[in-house]
């Protein structure tokens, strides 16, 4: 019902308003706008995130850059995580 007369209220407003070819209407329920407010603060949330990690990144990147000067050699390299040598012993078994 509610949405019946909803229609009926835009008809008379469009009728009024004679909108022309160049311009455009836009009709938007209600629950449209509350979901893209939610999808807009989801997104500043997870922008704010990404932010925090990039910080994260680069605090340790300069960690490890000072560490490697105080102790003369690039720690990034002598600790870099090599390939498991387990998995190519266990095919040759």
Same mark, same amino acid.
């Given at each position: 019902?509610?949405?019946?007369?909803?229609?009926?209220?835009?008809?008379?407003?469009?009728?009024?308003?004679?909108?022309?070819?160049?311009?455009?209407?836009?009709? *938007?329920?209600? !629950? $449209?706008?509350?979901?893209?407010?939610?999808?807009? +603060?989801?997104?500043?949330?997870?922008?704010? @995130?990404?932010?925090?990690?990039?910080?994260?990144?680069?605090?340790?990147?300069?960690?490890? *850059?000072?560490? !490697? $000067?105080?102790?003369?050699?690039?720690?990034?390299? +002598?600790?870099?995580?090599?390939?498991?040598? @387990?998995?190519?012993?266990?095919?040759?078994?």
């Amino acid at each position: 019902m509610k949405e019946r007369q909803s229609f009926k209220q835009f008809s008379v407003a469009f009728k009024k308003e004679k909108v022309t070819k160049a311009e455009r209407l836009v009709v *938007e329920n209600e !629950s $449209e706008g509350a979901k893209t407010l939610e999808l807009l +603060k989801r997104v500043a949330e997870l922008e704010r @995130i990404v932010g925090q990690k990039q910080l994260q990144i680069d605090y340790l990147e300069k960690s490890i *850059e000072l560490g !490697s $000067e105080e102790v003369g050699f690039d720690i990034k390299k +002598k600790y870099a995580t090599g390939h498991s040598t @387990i998995s190519s012993q266990s095919k040759r078994s």
